[in-house]
């Protein structure tokens, strides 16, 4: 089993920054790829990016690339989502996720979710 806790979520004005990170406990090493979803407003939750078990790979949609960075930390057990350049439309509820995969990053089906944490981007 792997517990997943989000945190770093807020207010921030357009092109603003923030860093969301996510502490996973129980059963999680190299062999878990991480995700990050967002569920705008009135929208299904999303793929935006994840990492894959090892580190080595990164996997970004098109419309957070070159804005936002994932990055992992396998010693303490956490994942950080690195958001610049904010906009308006990132604004929604933010999900880390797990799922087994050493060198692949998942763009679906993940086994393990956090509760989320919210991210308001102003105009």
């Known amino acids: 089993q792997v517990q997943l806790v989000e945190s770093g979520g807020g207010l921030v004005q357009a092109g603003g920054s923030l860093r969301l990170s996510c502490a996973a406990s129980?059963?999680?090493?190299?062999?878990?790829?991480m995700g990050w979803f967002r569920q705008a407003p009135g929208k299904d939750r999303e793929f935006i990016g994840g990492i894959n078990g090892r580190g080595t790979s990164t996997r970004y949609v098109d419309s957070v690339k070159g804005r936002f960075t994932i990055a992992r930390d396998n010693a303490n057990n956490t994942v950080y989502l690195q958001m610049n350049t904010l906009k308006p439309e990132d604004t929604g509820v933010y999900y880390c996720a797990a799922k087994y995969a050493v060198f692949s990053v998942p763009t679906n089906s993940y086994d393990y979710w956090g509760q989320g944490t919210q991210v308001t981007v102003s105009s």
């Open positions: 129980g059963r999680t090493d190299t062999t878990y790829a």
